[in-house]
């Protein structure tokens, strides 16, 4: 039997639900910015706007109402940052505004050292002198994505393959992928375990290299992600270089050349916790998942389990 989306959602995801309140229409031009589902390691120009109210505890790991400054996040005292919002189109990274699509992730096990030492570090960032020119991603959204499918960017560019470029919208994409996905005969998947490489370059934003620890790993994800690549008819440019990590937060504005100390400091420190156990993590098992911005990725369908 053919489930839909609606009966596929796995209830044990929760989902962070944005409540939009008031705009400031607050604007920061800013340089290098971040990694996350779809933009791999690009260096671009942003914009960030201020515009929602986080749900209590969304961004734990970072007190915007205490460092912020207002040319961030507005001169309204308690304005938090919202969604986040890449745009494929313009090279843009927004807060606050939705932006729909679906991808393949691996969650990182909430009871592992590695991400204890992610919450630690997102920990030393709220302290350091950086802590306002950083965003960090809600503690329960931590993956690594294996496949990036399609956005709504995807759908307007006309980018979508034959059998889905008669979708209107992200939502019939994704239902039309998971009938797909439901009919495949994907290779069965076994344990995913990363090693740490080091942190990505701070000026663009706040992200862990990860690489697989092992040659069973580094055969499986590669199998998927040809399998994945050939069964949707998808490949970004980038497939064959695809860089693996963890995104732990964002930057918000363009870094000069005096936070260059603080930022080798603040990598220093950072880097530091992930010793001994924290080196390596084996990942929740994949699963095909629904986006509607950077802050939660709950999950429709898991990827066959060896």
Same mark, same amino acid.
Do not use: Y
């Given at each position: 039997m053919t489930m839909t989306i609606h009966d596929l959602l796995l209830p044990d995801v929760g989902v962070v639900v944005l409540s939009v309140c008031l705009s400031w229409g607050v604007r920061q031009r800013?340089?290098?910015?971040?990694?996350?589902?779809?933009?791999?390691?690009?260096? $671009?120009?942003?914009?960030?706007?201020?515009?929602?109210?986080?749900?209590?505890?969304?961004?734990? @790991?970072?007190?915007?109402?205490?460092?912020? +400054?207002?040319?961030?996040? *507005? $001169?309204?005292?308690?304005?938090?940052? *919202?969604?986040?919002? +890449?745009? *494929?189109?313009? *090279?843009?990274?927004?807060?606050?505004?939705?932006?729909?699509?679906?991808?393949?992730?691996?969650p990182v096990p909430q009871d592992s050292a590695f991400f204890h030492a992610e919450t630690e570090a997102m920990e030393i960032m709220k302290r350091s002198s950086l802590a306002d020119q950083y965003v960090c991603r809600p503690h329960q959204s931590m993956h690594?994505?294996?496949?990036?499918?399609?956005?709504?960017?995807?759908?307007?560019?006309?980018?979508?393959?034959?059998?889905?470029?008669?979708?209107?919208?992200?939502?019939?994409?994704?239902?039309?992928?998971?009938?797909?996905?439901?009919?495949?005969?994907?290779?069965?998947?076994g344990p995913i375990t990363m090693k740490v490489e080091g942190f990505g370059p701070f000026d663009a934003g706040f992200t862990m290299d990860l690489t697989p620890a092992d040659d069973a790993t580094f055969t499986g994800l590669w199998t998927i992600r040809r399998e994945l690549s050939a069964l949707l008819e998808l490949r970004a440019s980038d497939f064959e270089t695809y860089p693996f990590h963890s995104t732990l937060g964002y930057r918000l504005v363009k870094p000069l050349? @005096?936070?260059? +100390?603080?930022?080798?400091?603040?990598? @220093? $420190?950072?880097?530091a916790l992930f010793t001994g156990e924290a080196a390596t993590v084996t990942l929740e098992h994949p699963a095909f998942n629904l986006f509607d911005d950077m802050l939660a990725f709950p999950q429709l369908w898991r990827l066959p389990k060896a």
């Open positions: 800013v340089g290098a910015l971040p990694h996350c589902t779809g933009c791999a390691r690009r260096r $671009k120009r942003a914009t960030f706007d201020c515009a929602t109210s986080a749900p209590p505890g969304a961004f734990d @790991a970072f007190d915007a109402t205490a460092s912020a +400054p207002a040319r961030v996040f *507005g $001169k309204t005292p308690g304005c938090s940052p *919202g969604s986040i919002r +890449p745009s *494929g189109r313009s *090279g843009t990274f927004h807060l606050s505004q939705r932006f729909p699509g679906n991808t393949f992730v691996c690594m994505t294996v496949f990036d499918a399609t956005t709504q960017d995807t759908v307007i560019d006309e980018q979508l393959p034959a059998w889905l470029a008669d979708c209107a919208n992200v939502s019939e994409v994704s239902q039309r992928i998971l009938a797909r996905l439901q009919e495949s005969t994907l290779t069965p998947v050349a @005096a936070d260059v +100390p603080p930022m080798e400091r603040l990598a @220093a $420190k950072c880097s």
